[in-house]
């Protein structure tokens, strides 16, 4: 008896994974990351903001998947070409920040028909998740946790840490011998190489964090107290 009355206490855990269709590889990394654990046991949401109406993804296993209605502008998109391939396609730190900061405006603009989509914050909020995770390409996921009241998620990455994403985890940028991302020359740098790639970094790094602070206005919209950074 003793047995059977645990047995009603015991439950799955649940996850929300945060999956913008923005690219065919971001999308699929976050699948396979749903796949292991939905595989293992526990109860998978996944929310798939269409980022670009030229992502379609194929999810592999029988998870709930919640679709939003797409922002009237399609992601950044430049002569057809979809914004992952136009990410990667700079030649200076001007181009670079240009490209950011037209994929941010896109994602800011979905981000804000997501969180107001009729009912689905309320819906998940009762949905209580043991935990998330999304892909800091598109920040607005995290806020979406937060507004949840998650508090234990995971940052996922398909890329390896760049220099703005060393600060995400306490870690400082190593601009004496990792060039930027936006540098022209290899880790053998001369004195006036390595000045150059610590201003770079530290344009780069206020600029991002001005393109991150955008999604806030969204957020303190649904919720006033939503932190500020």
Request: hydrophobic share 45%; aromatic share 14%.
């Amino acid at each position: 008896l003793l047995i059977f009355l645990f047995f009603q206490y015991v439950h799955s855990l649940k996850f929300l994974a945060f999956n913008p269709l923005m690219g065919m590889s971001h999308a699929s990394y976050i699948n396979k990351i749903a796949e292991i654990l939905y595989d293992d046991g526990p109860e998978i949401i996944m929310i798939s903001p269409p980022m670009s109406g030229r992502v379609k993804v194929v999810y592999p296993r029988n998870w709930t998947v919640i679709s939003v209605t797409m922002a009237s502008n399609e992601m950044a998109a430049k002569e057809g070409e979809s914004a992952s391939n136009i990410y990667w396609k700079y030649k200076s730190v001007f181009e670079f920040m240009k490209i950011v900061e037209s994929v941010t405006n896109a994602g800011v603009n979905q981000c804000e028909v997501t969180i107001n989509h009729p009912g689905l914050l309320e819906s998940l909020h009762a949905e209580k998740f043991d935990a998330a995770f999304a892909e800091p390409v598109d920040w607005c996921g995290f806020g979406f946790f937060h507004l949840l009241g998650i508090r234990s998620y995971a940052m996922t990455m398909t890329v390896p840490s760049t220099d703005n994403t060393f600060r995400i985890t306490g870690l400082p940028p190593m601009i004496s011998f990792v060039p930027g991302m936006t540098a022209s020359f290899s880790d053998k740098m001369t004195l006036m190489e390595r000045v150059i790639n610590t201003v770079t970094v530290m344009m780069e790094g206020q600029f991002v964090a001005a393109q991150w602070r955008k999604y806030q206005k969204n957020f303190q919209k649904v919720d006033p107290h939503f932190p500020r950074h």
